[in-house]
């Protein structure tokens, strides 16, 4: 299986900045993309930012361009979510999402999605 360790949330004043990392391991073959999201009280899940690793395109949300940059470590398994310009919206539970290809003995790759179990970032006005 995979495991999904997401770390560097924190209080933060307006302004300011923020990174986060978010490291996978387990029975991977080869990861297709590894991406954040964020889900506010009383919203919906939204992208943030999404890289696919096999090509290196990375789309962002509407609300962060600009203002957010992902990044991975390929060697690593690790991505990276550098937030500047920080918000009071951007106030959320940051969630990094792995897509990969995994391998259990005897049996052909497959595809999972495996979610971590988030990060609160928290701006203040």
């Known amino acids: 299986q995979v495991q999904v360790v997401e770390s560097g949330g924190g209080l933060v004043q307006a302004g300011g900045s923020l990174r986060l990392s978010c490291a996978a391991s387990?029975?991977?073959?080869?990861?297709?993309?590894m991406g954040w999201y964020r889900q506010a009280p009383g919203k919906q899940r939204e992208l943030v930012a999404r890289i696919v690793t096999t090509n290196g395109s990375t789309n962002y949300g509407d609300s962060v361009k600009g203002r957010f940059t992902a990044s991975t470590d390929n060697a690593k398994n690790t991505v990276y979510l550098e937030m500047n310009s920080l918000k009071p919206e951007d106030t959320a539970v940051y969630y990094c999402?792995?897509?990969?290809?995994?391998?259990?003995?005897?049996?052909?790759?497959?595809?999972?999605?495996?979610w971590g179990q988030g990060t609160l970032v928290t701006v203040s006005s």
């Open positions: 999402r792995v897509d990969s290809l995994v391998v259990v003995a005897g049996s052909p790759a497959r595809y999972l999605e495996v």
């Open positions: 387990g029975s991977i073959f080869r990861i297709i993309a």
